[in-house]
């Protein structure tokens, strides 16, 4: 069941978009500001609201870290704020003055998308605030945006009904006539479709648009080669415009609003209706979940956002996805909140998302901690948390021990996320090499030397960022053979990576 738990009615105009990090609400509007709710209680915040746009505020969206907040308007800025206090950070500017209509951040938060009504395209660093690259459509504004989950590429939607795929390059990769009308949103699943072949991911992709459609697509990310976009199927039940769609965290619920007031909620996996809504009085211009799914919120031309909540029996009874194939420490509040349905403890999700535990933070808990600090009242329910996370604790070290070392890396001593290999130029013989001994060699307790038939002086994996830190500190040798490397170029190690994906996968079924 799905029920109205609170209406915001603060914007004195159109509400053109919501979005959810793990602590607040955005929403802007028509009347030129952001305004931000804690979703504690959904009171406004005390800097709220956002004031800077001259004009229109069309499109808002946090930081996957929750920290930053970025807006854009018709007065052709993008604006960063700091969540913190509302202090604008940074005013980046539409190369052609075109009016901004989308903004989205990538999913690793270095580099910020920004669609214009010209066509305009912008990929901006996160970091510096400068413009990185920028292209264009051939037809139509742009009015629609979203990264894929690996982050190697994103998809625009413009209003002449193209959809257009580009690496992180800003090279056009593929374009696709999508909905005869124009494009109004679209959105991926964070979540990759089960059943994949080795060495393949497969991701949903949701578009809507002006023909009163949601069409569901699937893009697979192959190794190497890149990827493949392909339609699957349409979504039917709304009889007018389709505005906004929008994916659960976990994958299994989209939402869409309309043109007919209404908001439908569709199952991924049926894709059959769950819920529609019809509070809302005029046309449902956008609509977002938060990150651990039991609120949704949705946004209107009647210059109100509705907050709705998923009773726990939804998110608890509905498929889980598999606990995190991960060690524990690394597990992100959401992994968190999964495991604490599995475990039975489901009343304390919402506990545990407002204190923003994660797997490291789990990990750490103790019987004050739980009593002080989230105020756990129940001593009996204290200490099944706690027997609990001594297991984990147990799995960790069992875990840890058993690693085989040519998945830790030589810098860090730790599994590697990320590997790469040292110096390029060797990088196919080295994977090929090693994806030999990962199969004839499986219980291999010595790092893994990757024979480099030519200038490759190392040919060792590390991970990415310990690699990055080594080199960043003008350190041009190779951290295991203390040899010049030829090249700083870090190539991707995508085969040891699906060997400890692999492992971990392994390691999690037992």
Known sequence: MVKLIH???????????????????????????????????????????????????????????????????????????????????????????SPVRVCRFSPDSTCLVSGA??????????????????????????????????????????????????????????????????????DFSSQPVPGGEEGLQFFQLASCGQDCQIKIWVISFIHILGFELKYKST????????????????GQMLVSGSVDKSVIVYDTNTENILHTLTQHTRYVTTCAFAPNILLLATGSMDKTVKIWQFEKETLCQAKIPDQPKQFTENWSEDDVSNWLCTEGLEDLVDIFKMNNIDGRELLNLTKESLADDLKI????????????????????????????????????????????????????????????CLTLQP??????????????PDGYSYEKEAMENWISKKKRTSPMTNLVLSSMILTPNRTLKMAINRWLSETHQK
Not at 130 to 155: E, I, Q, T, W, Y
Not at 396 to 402: D, F, G, R
């Open 7 to 97: 209406t915001l009615a603060d914007h004195d105009d159109d509400v053109n978009c919501c979005a959810f990090s793990s602590s607040l609400l955005a929403t802007c509007s028509l009347d030129k500001t952001i305004r931000l709710y804690s979703l504690s209680d959904f009171t406004e915040v005390p800097y709220s609201p956002l004031k800077f746009h001259t004009y229109a505020v069309h499109c808002c969206c946090f930081s996957p870290s929750g920290h930053i907040l970025a807006s854009c308007s018709t007065d052709g800025t993008t604006v960063l704020w700091d969540v913190q206090n509302g202090q604008i950070l940074a005013v980046m500017e539409q190369p052609s003055g």
């Open 117 to 186: 009504s010209d066509g305009t395209v912008v990929l901006w660093n996160a970091q510096s605030y400068k413009l990185h690259r920028c292209a264009s459509v051939k037809d139509g504004s742009l009015v629609a945006c979203a990264f894929s989950p690996p982050g190697n590429l994103f998809v625009t939607g413009s209003s002449c009904g193209d959809l257009t795929v580009w690496d992180d390059k800003m090279r056009c990769l593929h374009n696709e006539k999508a909905h005869d009308l124009g494009i109004t949103c679209c």
């Open 235 to 250: 979504l039917t039940g709304h009889c007018a415009p389709v505005l906004a769609c929008a994916f659960s965290h976990d």
């Open 377 to 436: 009242e129940s001593l009996g329910l204290r200490s099944k948390v706690l027997r609990k996370i001594e297991e984990l604790r147990t799995k960790v070290k069992t875990l840890s021990s058993e690693i085989p070392d040519e998945f830790i890396c030589p810098i860090t001593r730790e599994l590697m996320k990320d590997p790469v290999i040292a110096s390029g130029t060797a990088a196919v013989a080295a994977a090929k090499s090693l994806l030999s």
């Open 443 to 456: 219980h291999r307790r010595q790092p893994i030397r990757l024979p480099c038939p030519w200038d490759s």
